[in-house]
Structure formats: C-alpha cells, structure tokens
C-alpha cells in the first residue's frame, strides 16, 4: 500500500523552501498531493493554474508528485481524497506556534487526520513567499529563492505592474 502525504499551501509562488520539503518529502512517503488551497478571502499573486504550472515545473513533472487544488477546509479535502497524513515545512518557532494550532485543530475536525512536520533546510529557513513577493516587487534579485521558471513568472508579473502605474 502507497503511502501518501498532502501537502498543502498557497504557494504563492513557489520558492526553494517549498521545494526542498517535496524533495524530502518524497523520501518518506511513496508521492504527494500539493494541494494548493484557493482562498476566497484572499487575492494571490498568480492564479490557481499559474500556481499549478510552476510547481510541475519546478519538480520536473515527477510522476510521485500530484499538483491539484481545493477549496474550504483541507480536513475535508484531504478525507475526499482519501489521504491522513499531512505535510507541513517548518522554518522558525513562530511557525510552529502557529503549525501546531493548526494540526490540533484539524485533528478536532477529523481525528484520522495526522500531521508530519519536516523543518526547512537551512538554507531556506528565512524564505516566505510574502517576502519573495516584496523582493519581486522592488526588482530586488530572486536567485536561490525560487526556481528559475518562477523567477521570470515574479519579473513578469511585476514589469506588467510596474508599467500599468503612472
């Protein structure tokens, strides 16, 4: 029996720290689900599909890895489908803070479900996707934040951005 982790986020965009978590992860469990949560509330940088194409990319298509997405609460998404365990990167203790909340709560909301914290490399621990956002946004240099792919995706959006204003 394969075993399968969910690994849920916004991943917007993906970044090395990311990156580095499916890379391991794959190392204990069979394949993941990235599960890129599409959250009403908020308003991302990329859609949805972007957000899709640039993880595939960045894992090289890696048939273990599957990029879909979801809507509402990842408890549900995850029993839908099948999947207990869930993968969350860890970089600093304010994460955990926040990680740990979120795993006894999902854990209140369906008690099969488990969470596995995996920390982020070193390398990778002060990277957020809200800080590569901002970086992107001021022209600031992305090597060794994201992927390449998701590099010029970033300048794209921001040269678009930065020739619509006055």
């Known amino acids: 029996?394969?075993?399968?982790?969910?690994?849920?986020?916004s991943f917007d965009p993906m970044t090395h720290g990311h990156l580095s978590?499916?890379?391991?992860?794959l190392k204990t469990f069979?394949?993941?689900v990235v599960a890129i949560a599409n959250n009403s509330k908020k308003t991302p940088?990329?859609?949805?599909?972007e957000r899709k194409e640039m993880i595939l990319t960045a894992i090289g298509h890696d048939p273990r890895v599957e990029v879909d997405s979801f809507q509402g609460l990842m408890v549900d998404y995850a029993k839908?489908?099948?999947?207990?365990?869930?993968?969350r990167g860890l970089r600093a203790v304010s994460d955990f803070e926040y990680e740990f909340q979120l795993a006894n709560m999902n854990r209140k909301l369906d008690p099969t479900v488990d969470t596995v914290f995996m920390m982020t490399g070193e390398?990778?621990?002060?990277?957020?996707?809200?800080l590569v956002r901002e970086v992107a946004s001021l022209g600031g240099?992305?090597?060794?934040l994201v992927p390449e792919p998701v590099a010029e995706a970033l300048r794209g959006k921001f040269v678009k951005t930065s020739k619509e204003q006055p």
């Open 1 to 9: 029996m394969k075993r399968v982790a969910l690994y849920p986020g």
């Open 21 to 25: 978590i499916i890379h391991r992860g």
């Open 123 to 130: 390398d990778y621990f002060y990277i957020s996707s809200q």
């Open 45 to 49: 940088l990329f859609s949805v599909e």
């Open 80 to 87: 839908r489908r099948g999947i207990s365990i869930v993968l």
């Open 141 to 144: 240099n992305l090597e060794g």
């Open 30 to 32: 069979d394949g993941l």
